[in-house]
């Protein structure tokens, strides 16, 4: 059995700043990469930044968000700077892992919701 539980959103400011963090536990043999997913209401789930032996950016967070991972503890961290209200949404951490059964997949946090609101 395999979790991903994040932690770290909130409510801030516009300009604000938040760290939310992703910590992966369970029967893990590997993890291949980690990302980071957000969903607006009435929006589709999309992609926010990914990380592996490189890192990728939505164009729309580049300069502003730093994703970043601890191995040893199988975290995956999304440090957001100079957040604007169109940041709000569930933030939901994914992981392409194999397990120690030998299966390999995809899972999924629960969320955190962060809200950027004056």
């Known amino acids: 059995q395999v979790q991903l539980v994040e932690s770290g959103g909130g409510l801030v400011q516009p300009g604000g700043s938040l760290r939310p963090s992703c910590a992966a536990s369970?029967?893990?043999?590997?993890?291949?990469?980690m990302a980071w997913y957000r969903q607006a209401p009435g929006k589709q789930r999309e992609l926010v930044a990914g990380i592996s032996r490189t890192t990728n950016y939505d164009d729309s967070v580049k300069g502003r968000f730093t994703i970043s991972r601890d191995n040893a503890k199988n975290t995956v961290y999304l440090q957001m700077s100079s957040l604007k209200p169109e940041d709000s949404a569930v933030y939901y951490c994914?992981?392409?892992?194999?397990?120690?059964?030998?299966?390999?997949?995809?899972?999924w946090g629960q969320g955190t919701q962060v809200t950027v609101s004056s």
């Open positions: 369970g029967s893990i043999f590997m993890i291949y990469s």
């Open positions: 994914n992981a392409d892992l194999q397990a120690t059964t030998g299966r390999r997949f995809m899972a």
